[in-house]
């Protein structure tokens, strides 16, 4: 009798256990009937077209997880909202799990619906991203977009003059400063 109500013990322990521990349902990623075009031009701040040149996945560690960043650069082509460079950095998901959208591809050109600040823009899955060649319809729609803003020119393309006065400068600053300083302490 001890032997069978010990069982039962036990297994009522189990039983309770498992419906109490059990984990929750967890849904993946899942987007509502995708937005008008008219909502995605209200909703993001930016909608351009580009072609990616390099994506940069999370390093891996120990732990790693669906909603880790991918950082995806573009070389931007047309826009139609937002101020872009011709070079323009979007972050999304590492996977569609954590609607990511992760059908981004090297060298591929797409139209890029992205939210967020202008030095963050993040993008995923229900954004309503696509290839050119299934953003046709949407492309039409847009109607005729802008060039990005030009990039500032890097030091090795400035004027000879612009660059022989910065050097000159900090020689001078390099020659002074001890001089300065010298002079004060004996001072």
Known sequence: MKRTVGVFLTALLAFGTW???????????SCASAPSLEAQLNRDTAVFTGKVVRLTAPAKGIFQSSADP????FEVKTVWKGTLSAQATVYTALSSASCGYDDFQVNEDYLVFAHGKPNRLETGLC??????????????????????????EPLSHRSGAA????????????????????????G
């Open 127 to 152: 954004n309503g991203n696509k290839t050119l060649a299934a953003a046709q319809p949407d492309l039409q729609a847009l109607g005729a977009g802008y060039e990005p803003v030009p990039m500032k």
């Open 70 to 73: 991918v950082r995806v650069q």
């Open 19 to 29: 419906t109490a521990v059990r984990p929750a349902t967890v849904h993946a990623c």
């Open 163 to 186: 660059v022989i006065a910065s050097v000159g400068a900090g020689v001078l600053i390099a020659v002074l400063l001890p001089a300065m300083l010298m002079r004060r302490r004996r």
